[in-house]
């Protein structure tokens, strides 16, 4: 069964930043593309970064792109978000899954993790 353990997250202040780590179990983390997805309070879900296999690709939304860095350790199966310039629009449960820039293997969501920016 697969699963995802999101964790990282806390208050941080404007202009800070935070490390998220994706730890997976359940399938062979080196052969899926992985992304990272937010979702704001009444908010949709929406996908913030993505990486292929062997990081040969990356993707940023518009509204993370040059502060957001996404990178994995596939020996560790774990994937990482590098949130710098932390925005308080940037307040939102953080999500991982597998596949690229969609969770097209319909895999059950973690808890996810709370990343609050907040002065």
């Known amino acids: 069964q697969v699963h995802f353990v999101e964790s990282g997250g806390e208050v941080v202040q404007p202009g800070k930043s935070l490390r998220l780590s994706c730890d997976v179990s359940?399938?062979?983390?080196?052969?899926?593309?992985m992304s990272w997805y937010r979702q704001g309070a009444g908010q949709a879900r929406d996908v913030v970064a993505s990486i292929s296999t062997s990081a040969e690709r990356t993707m940023y939304s518009d509204s993370v792109r040059g502060r957001f860095t996404i990178y994995r350790d596939d020996v560790k199966g774990t994937a990482y978000l590098q949130m710098n310039s932390l925005k308080p629009e940037d307040t939102a449960v953080y999500y991982c899954n597998r596949g690229w820039t969609v969770p097209y293997y319909n895999d059950a969501w973690g808890q996810g993790t709370q990343v609050t920016v907040s002065s």
């Open positions: 359940g399938f062979n983390f080196r052969e899926y593309a």
